[in-house]
């Protein structure tokens, strides 16, 4: 019944009002606080303080002369644990909004009306406009597509993609799609498919701008053979090296590396246990990652991100590891050719040996032939001679 009675009085105060007189505008950033401002004459002697967004309540709270809240606020779903007013300074005049979280869905006009024992006052028109800038954007790349992509803007934001060096226009074919969330916010998406042989030693360049703020992704994209199980990769920083910056180095695009945080030009880097034994540590942010004793599974996609705060550079190279184990067979293969050459030599060796000692036991037993046939003459002839 209680409640009843508060929706009626709320409701009932809203058509009363009129809501008229001066307009003003208030920016909030998406999903921060943000406070909508209203004075009224205090008597010191508790207020009603209702406010609406056209006809929605938002918040009808009743105040007595102890500061604390002795009524009811009901608010629209909506609205619901996401309003509050500054219990402390009510009495004194201050009935202003503090609404929390918001999103492209609060945005409108909203009024406070404010009831003393003495006086029903009514505030001018307070037009909420809420802006969320682009945060983070991403690039990604996929052989001949690179797409690009960022969250939560609002209003809605533009994308432009150019190349550098600057590319034939005609080799370049985009689709941007733009969608609001339930929230209001706009997610944008953008594919540029790569047509002709221009995937190599070009920076595509995707920017993407808000009505507060613009955020540009860079992506270089190079394909580089390991000679042997070790490789140097190297990464783009931009062209004027700003202070502070972080670049994080990752394997297929998600399992991360390195880590380096450049912080007034001082360096510092958290290298994943994984990669421990394969991370040739001496970093310096411009020095690229050199990785060591690379198996097969380590082949693939190796990025560096280089994050500044209105910039991100992503250095794409695809590592392709000429096998450890390739490296081995033909080892294997040569040791045992040699091994078999060996052998046979070595068995030559005992064979050619074991004929020479054959021959010259044939010879031996020839020549031992020879003297027993000379003995037997000359036990003949001398049995002849006899
Ligand atoms: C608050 O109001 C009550 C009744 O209206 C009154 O008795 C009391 O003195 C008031 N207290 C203050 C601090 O004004
Ligand atoms: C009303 O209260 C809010 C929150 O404490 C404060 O920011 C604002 O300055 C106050 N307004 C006036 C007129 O005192
Ligand atoms: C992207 O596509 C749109 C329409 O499809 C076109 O107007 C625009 O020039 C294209 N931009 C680039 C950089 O190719
Ligand atoms: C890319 O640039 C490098 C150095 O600037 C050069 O050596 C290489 O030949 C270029 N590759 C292609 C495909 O143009
Ligand atoms: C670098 O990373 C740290 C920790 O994630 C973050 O607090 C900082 O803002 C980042 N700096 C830049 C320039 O992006």
Redesign the pocket.
């Known amino acids: 019944m209680a409640a009843n009675e508060a929706l009626l009085l709320c409701s009932l105060l809203w058509i009363v009002s009129s809501a008229e007189g001066k307009e003003f505008t208030v920016t909030c950033l998406a999903s921060e606080d943000c406070t909508l401002p209203c004075q009224f004459q205090s008597d010191g002697r508790g207020a009603r303080i209702m406010w609406y967004k056209k006809k929605t309540i938002v918040s009808c709270t009743r105040y007595g002369n102890t500061s604390f809240v002795v009524g009811h606020n009901s608010p629209a779903d909506k609205y619901k644990g996401r309003t509050g007013l500054y219990a402390d300074q009510v009495l004194e005049g201050n009935a202003t909004l503090l609404l929390r979280n918001v999103t492209p869905n609060d945005q409108g006009k909203y009024f406070c009306i404010t009831m003393t024992a003495p006086r029903t006052d009514e505030s001018g028109i307070i037009s909420l406009v809420i802006k969320a800038p682009v945060r983070e954007i991403d690039i990604d790349f996929s052989g001949d597509v690179v797409t690009c992509a960022a969250e939560g803007i609002f209003p809605a934001p533009t994308l432009t993609w150019s190349t550098d060096p600057p590319a034939d226009a005609q080799l370049l074919q985009n689709k941007t799609k733009a969608q609001k969330n339930k929230y209001g916010f706009y997610d944008i998406q953008s594919s540029l498919r790569l047509t002709g042989n221009i995937t190599t030693n070009h920076t595509y360049v995707c920017s993407i701008t808000s009505d507060s703020n613009r955020k540009t992704a860079f992506l270089k994209a190079s394909v580089l053979a390991s000679a042997g199980s070790s490789v140097k990769i190297s990464c783009s920083l931009p062209r004027t090296v700003p202070q502070?910056?972080?670049v994080t180095w990752r394997f297929r695009r998600s399992h991360p590396i390195v880590s380096i945080?450049v912080v007034d030009q001082r360096s510092q880097a958290k290298v994943w246990d994984q990669w421990k034994p394969r991370v040739i540590t001496n970093f310096s942010a411009s020095g690229g990652l050199h990785l060591h004793s690379l198996k097969s599974e380590h082949q693939g996609a190796y990025t560096c991100e280089v994050?500044?705060?209105e910039e991100m550079y992503v250095t794409w190279t695809d590592v392709t590891v000429t096998e450890e184990s390739k490296t081995f067979t033909y080892i294997m293969v040569i040791a045992g050719l040699s091994y078999f050459l060996f052998l046979s030599y070595v068995t030559l060796g005992i064979l050619g040996y074991r004929i020479r000692q054959l021959e010259s036991a044939r010879r031996q037993e020839e020549q031992t032939d020879g003297t027993s046939v000379s003995l037997t003459e000359a036990v003949n002839s001398e049995v002849t001679e006899e």
């Open positions: 502070s910056f972080n945080s994050n500044t705060p």
